[in-house]
């Protein structure tokens, strides 16, 4: 079965760090593009990052660069997202998905079922 599964979200107090998981099983992230994906309460679906796996090429939204970084292990095929300096605006539920091929385009079609991060003021 094909499936991604994120860990590692939580309460954290503004300014504080997590560092999010997704983890891929039935496939390897070798052959295809990675997204981290957000949505708060009220909110439409944000894209937050993207891992381009052809050429190795990151995207960020304006709204966390300089704050967080993607980044694969192809040995354990998870893919990190690094949250810094956090922001109560930050909290939403993350998500993670696997595009079609290798590019942050999309289209995604293996999502996983979320995580939340809640940042305190």
């Known amino acids: 079965e094909v499936q991604v599964v994120e860990s590692g979200g939580g309460l954290v107090q503004a300014g504080g760090s997590l560092r999010l998981s997704c983890a891929a099983s039935?496939?390897?992230?070798?052959?295809?593009?990675v997204g981290w994906f957000r949505q708060a309460p009220g909110k439409e679906q944000e894209g937050v990052s993207c891992?381009?796996?052809?050429?190795?090429?990151?995207y960020y939204a304006d709204s966390v660069k300089g704050r967080f970084t993607i980044s694969s292990d192809n040995a354990k095929n998870t893919v990190y997202l690094q949250m810094n300096s956090l922001k109560p605006e930050d909290t939403a539920v993350y998500y993670c998905a696997a595009a079609l091929d290798y590019y942050c385009s999309g289209p995604y079609v293996t999502w996983g079922q979320g995580t939340q991060v809640t940042v305190s003021s």
């Open positions: 891992f381009n796996s052809s050429d190795g090429s990151t």
């Open positions: 039935g496939f390897t992230f070798d052959d295809y593009a």
